[in-house]
């Protein structure tokens, strides 16, 4: 066999391999093993990116509140106060007064209040709702007096109520007395003595 007869058989040998190689790459694509393969890794991959993305916003969102908490820190700490312990009447519950409390201003008016709040909040030494609240009104932080039989317990009187409905006569079912701050246990300043303290209602 001559030389060029040999070159051409060996020619189409390499031909014939690469053929076959091709076709063994273009099985193995298509073989479904490899193919249910690569997609769970592909699923794996897609769990991993959420678990990450849901742990990124779980953390972003900790920062924030705790953000807001640091901005608002009137909202997370005060000072505990009360009706004296010995008095018969007066209110019952306790309140959470601000280290920085607001004085009083002749001149408070009522603010057009929202008609449907989903949630109040009485704050007592305060004229104005911080952060995202919406003021709803401001007074003056009133309750039972401690020499009356019945208890009560504290709310804001409005700087400007509305009469709703009027009997015609005088029978003090209900007394609302002004609630003024005493120092001693409470601080002053900031607080001064024998003052009336203001409210404020705010709704979220």
């Given at each position: 066999?001559?030389?060029?007869?040999?070159?051409?058989?060996?020619?189409?040998?390499?031909?014939?391999?690469?053929?076959?190689?091709?076709?063994?790459?273009?099985?193995?694509?298509?073989?479904?093993?490899?193919?249910?393969?690569?997609?769970?890794?592909?699923?794996?991959?897609?769990?991993?990116?959420?678990?990450?993305?849901?742990?990124?916003?779980?953390?972003?969102?900790?920062?924030?509140?705790?953000?807001?908490?640091?901005?608002?820190?009137?909202?997370?700490?005060?000072?505990?106060?009360?009706?004296?312990?010995?008095?018969?009447?007066?209110?019952?519950?306790?309140?959470?007064?601000?280290?920085?409390?607001?004085v009083i201003q002749s001149d408070l008016r009522k603010s057009v209040t929202a008609k449907h709040a989903s949630s109040t909040l009485m704050i007592p030494g305060k004229t104005t709702c911080s952060g995202s609240l919406k003021l709803e009104y401001n007074g003056r932080l009133a309750s039972g007096h401690y020499s009356y039989k019945g208890n009560s317990?504290?709310?804001?009187?409005?700087?400007?109520?509305?009469?709703?409905?009027?009997?015609?006569?005088?029978?003090?079912?209900?007394?609302?007395?002004?609630?003024?701050?005493?120092?001693?246990?409470?601080?002053?300043?900031?607080?001064?003595?024998?003052?009336?303290?203001?409210?404020?209602?705010?709704?979220?």
């Amino acid at each position: 066999m001559s030389q060029v007869t040999w070159i051409s058989v060996f020619c189409m040998c390499i031909a014939i391999i690469e053929c076959s190689d091709k076709h063994a790459k273009r099985l193995l694509l298509n073989d479904p093993d490899v193919v249910e393969k690569r997609f769970n890794q592909l699923e794996l991959e897609i769990q991993n990116l959420k678990s990450e993305v849901v742990s990124l916003k779980t953390e972003s969102q900790q920062k924030t509140a705790r953000i807001s908490q640091l901005e608002a820190g009137q909202s997370s700490s005060g000072i505990s106060a009360g009706a004296w312990y010995d008095y018969a009447g007066s209110a019952v519950d306790f309140l959470c007064l601000p280290h920085d409390p607001d004085v009083i201003q002749s001149d408070l008016r009522k603010s057009v209040t929202a008609k449907h709040a989903s949630s109040t909040l009485m704050i007592p030494g305060k004229t104005t709702c911080s952060g995202s609240l919406k003021l709803e009104y401001n007074g003056r932080l009133a309750s039972g007096h401690y020499s009356y039989k019945g208890n009560s317990q504290y709310v804001c009187m409005d700087m400007n109520p509305e009469v709703l409905e009027n009997g015609s006569a005088n029978d003090n079912g209900k007394l609302f007395v002004g609630v003024q701050t005493k120092c001693g246990s409470l601080r002053c300043p900031p607080y001064q003595d024998n003052v009336m303290v203001p409210c404020v209602v705010c709704s979220g």
